[in-house]
């Protein structure tokens, strides 16, 4: 099947909004003086210096000889840096092509030369990585009309194949003051020159790290950034100057539309937190910050919890006090207050969640407590988001309702009660895999429904509640369909155990299981003990397990399961 052809009529009822790359040029003339993006403890940029950096950017590309549509990769560490150099591709009207500091050298060359990018822009570490085998630099060098690599830093060349690209370097001081002789005023900032095609490609983003030949360039059109923007701007509240706390991975579309393109829409000040947090860093700069929301995958929170929460409540007297009515409040306001200022005392619009499901227990207490948060749905290849609901509405366990203006169906005779897969459609949704067409096609259905591969049910009132995944279901051989999901979420809350996976094995349920041993030591258990009961913990939960998903054993790990960028479990690798 061709490439355009898989979508073809998906997009009927096209929704009227404004191309992103406008209001962000409307949020850099209104915010002008006010700080845009700040490194934590280091640099910030205001958006007048951001729109001038941009502009930077933009007397490279051109000397370079890169033009519109040509792909630019970016692959670094979250900065306030990698924020300017986003915006200069995207201004430019080039294609972003991120990609996540974590991958291999060996993938980001092989992967650019697959996408072809015509530049890259890399840190000092990814730089050095690419370095360290020349082979990986030629590869580059070897893309037809390559120019070199950028240091995301400072904007210097530390690799020219071109030597158009290391003049224009040389000469960028005076190349900037014939074009703007007064300094760039706000006069002068003009991204959005005519009216821009909303099926333009603006990104490719790379599902995995790995080769071409396993990756998948899912291919973003302007209209799906736009849409998710009109969305965000219409159902979640942020005002001019109000602070965003960015920790997720930049080059991930959850983190990329909403601690970067939305806040910075809207005149909000981004602090990018670089590197890894720590649980002290993180607590530390959520302090400082105060953020007025905090977007986050469900396993800080459950760390969070598991580390302090949890321990509190299961202790004499809140764990009486939780029992009754009435008290339980005073419990219950205590840890809600205390969490409200471990994240800065700043919340008005909340917690939101996503890249996984969260753990019930905690969702419970969340609940209770009347915490401020909410649980969305997403996958890269909607831009990111397919399900949200305010604070105000949210329900529990769910993951909200469609972002209008998708359109979304469960593939499933009765919807409300009987599981079927999750599929969407509407201006969000990707054009395909970047020269993938078997991969396109198999994404679609015959009648232009993206499938997500996520099996769930929708409510009455629309909200959606997704209980697994298409491929990690286990079929037994009585024909049951079990969703390993629901039962590691109960292994989960167990004592002394850090995470879980439950795989089906020669007609066994198996659950592999890491435990704490850290924790274990602290209570006073050797290593055999804390196993033995760790093992009697899990298997004791078979008698809340239906006959056909009972656990027939335990495998117990010291390490952590390998993990994807928004921290969900490699299940590929483990069987």
Known sequence: MAFEAVVTNIFNNRHIMKHFVSLFEESVKMNWASPAVTNFGGVTYTYGQLAEQIAKYHILFNEAGIGKGDKIAIYARNSAEWVIAYFSVLTYEAVAVPFLPDFIPAAVAELSAFSECKLLIADDIAFNGLNEDKKYIAQLEAIKGFAGIINVKDISVVLASDKALSAAHDNLDEHFAKLYPNGLSVEDVNYYKEER??????????????????????????????????????????????????????????????????????????????GKPTPARLLGGLGAVKPFMFLTVPLVVEKIFKSKVFPATRKFPANLLLKVPGLDKIVLNKIKKSLLTAFGNGFTTGLILGGAALNREVEDLLKRMNFPYVVGYGMTECGPLISYRDKSEFVKYSCGAKADPLELRIDSSNPRRILGEIQVKGDAVMLGYYKNEEATAAAFTKDGWLKTGDMGIVDSKGNVFIKGRCKNMILTGSGQNIYPEEIEDKINNLPYIVESLVVGRKNAIVALVVADYEAGKKDGLDEKALEKLVDENVLALNAELAAYSKIGYTEIRKESFEKTPKQSIKRYMYS
Do not use: W
């Open 197 to 274: 095609d909303m099926e333009s490609v603006v990104e490719i983003s790379f599902t995995s790290g790995t080769t071409s030949a396993t990756s998948k360039g899912v291919v973003l059109p302007a209209r799906s950034l736009s849409v998710n923007l009109d969305f965000a701007r219409r159902e979640i509240p942020a005002t001019r100057g109000g602070h965003i706390f960015a920790i997720l991975p930049m080059a991930h579309m959850f983190g990329q539309t909403f601690d970067v393109l939305f806040p910075l829409a809207g005149g909000c000040h981004v602090y990018v937190m670089p």
